[in-house]
């Protein structure tokens, strides 16, 4: 059976870092050798398990995608790159052709989805690559629809903490937080809490020193308007090798998929296997 050519863009990033060196490592695929970097990184390769990545800047993509392409004729992209990429690169995706999974957050999610959906490729487009995580949102999501208001008049309180680096809010927290909405709690989005203080995330949140560099905490607190009850959710991710192998299930499940045209698929796609 031939491998599943797959492309990683975000590279020297650490989680697009982290997603290459599993497929490296996985018998079923193959790493492309390129990818689609940002305006601040001035190398022009990036080595991973011994393999040399050429990256590729904005400037030079559209020339150097026809080279990509004259070498690999169906591949999968994933991307892990800016959350200010998000739509420029789905874009590219659509205009040349490269079924994708979106495993960076922000952007605008909607136009994206609308566009992949008017366009001749499917994706894999989801807030969080994290299978556990994801099933996790869809207990939430299961019931916020069974049972509206199960919390009313109660006041939900949500800290998240990622490393540094990491540019936005939470995707999953803001997820999770909806569908608490509708189960009736008290939230302002404004009082979300976020951490990215590697100092507070040692000394405070006691997260292992060797994770601060990546890692993802949230617990999200309910109480009840007399104070007399309350209910935690909490769910603490070190490292990112929860989001690589996500990530892999949805390349292949993607792959499986690849004579459907125009279609958004989820990560709870990839968790019925459907």
């Known amino acids: 059976m031939s491998k599943i050519k797959v492309m990683v863009n975000g590279i020297p990033g650490n989680v697009a870092v982290n997603v290459a060196t ?18 601040e990184i001035t190398d022009e390769k990036y080595t991973i398990d011994g393999i040399d990545i050429q990256l590729i800047k904005l400037e030079n993509r559209d020339e150097l995608i026809k080279q990509v392409k004259d070498n690999y004729d169906y591949f999968i992209t994933v ?21 994708f999974v979106m495993g960076t957050t922000g ?24 299978k556990q995580i994801t099933g996790f949102q869809a207990i939430m999501e299961y019931a916020a ?39 009736g709690t008290n939230f302002k989005d404004e009082d979300l ?22 890692h993802g905490w949230h617990t999200y607190t309910l109480d009840s308007n007399k104070k007399d009850v309350r209910f935690a959710f909490t769910h603490n991710i070190n ?4 989001y690589s192998k996500g990530t892999i299930d949805g390349v292949k499940y993607l792959y499986n998929k690849k004579d459907i045209r125009g279609h958004v698929f989820t990560m709870i796609d990839v968790l019925k296997k459907n």
């Open 22 to 39: 599993h497929i490296i490592n996985e018998p079923e695929m193959e790493l492309v050798p390129w990818s689609l970097t940002g305006p």
């Open 107 to 130: 952007g605008d999610r909607e136009l994206l989805k609308e566009n992949v959906r008017n366009s001749e490729i499917s994706a894999i487009i989801a807030p969080n690559m994290a």
């Open 145 to 183: 629809k069974t049972f509206p208001g199960l919390f009313d008049g109660y006041d939900l309180t949500v800290v998240e903490s990622h490393q540094k680096g990491k540019a936005d809010t939470s995707g999953t927290a803001k997820a999770v937080i909806r569908e608490f909405k509708k189960l």
């Open 79 to 99: 991307d892990y790159t800016h959350p200010t990429a998000v739509n420029i690169n789905g874009d590219f995706y659509i205009k040349n052709n490269l079924p």
């Open 239 to 242: 490292g990112r090798d929860i």
């Open 193 to 214: 809490k976020m951490e990215r203080n590697p100092e507070i995330q040692k000394k405070e949140w006691n997260i292992p020193e060797e994770h601060l560099g990546g």
